[in-house]
């Protein structure tokens, strides 16, 4: 019996939610795509691939831990590697979030795409050093991790969907705007 042993439906769950969750933000952004407001692709960086990149890392490790492991000292190492990638890209969205002109990042944008990553990714790194001495609590803590990113990326995803719809595609269909004439 492994520390892994009893989360497999929690990472059935977990990634196929993830999965799923990808496949809609293609669909969501293919609808946006009708009409991309100016520099798409810089804010798009920032904002929207962040979320599809922690969609897949918590597919990714559901698969990774979902393999029949013998002992938790591999899957460790690699579910630390993985976290310690995800601290690093943090860092690169937080610079793409500062240096995009699209949008001004409020509070909440930080919290969401910056400081929570940074904390599941530092949850998912950290948890590889307890994993040797703390199994039990290690698992627990990639658990946590995963379950973290899942929802920061519905948050994200959710926020992009909304603004683009409710405030970047401007005037409402079927409703004119008044104009003022010129004198």
Request: aromatic share 10%; hydrophobic share 55%.
């Amino acid at each position: 019996m492994t520390a892994l042993d009893g989360w497999e439906n929690f990472y059935v769950i977990v990634g196929s939610s993830a999965g799923a969750l990808i496949g809609l933000q293609f669909v969501v952004i293919t609808l946006i795509a009708e009409r991309p407001p100016v520099r798409a692709a810089e804010a798009g960086a920032a904002f929207a691939t962040p979320t599809i990149v922690h969609f897949g890392v918590v597919l990714l490790l559901s698969a990774i831990i979902s393999i029949p492991w013998h002992e938790l000292g591999i899957v460790s190492v690699v579910w630390g590697l993985v976290g310690f990638g995800g601290m690093v890209y943090t860092m690169v969205v937080a610079r793409r979030l500062r240096v995009q002109t699209t949008y001004k990042p409020v509070f909440e944008d930080w919290l969401f795409h910056v400081l929570l990553p940074l904390a599941a990714y530092a949850m998912a790194a950290a948890s590889a050093f307890m994993a040797p001495a703390l199994a039990r609590p290690a698992t627990f803590t990639i658990g946590a991790a995963a379950l973290l990113l899942l929802f920061i990326g519905i948050h994200n995803a959710w926020d992009a969907v909304t603004y683009h719809v409710l405030v970047s595609r401007g005037k409402p269909r079927g409703i004119e705007q008044p104009t003022r004439s010129k004198e």
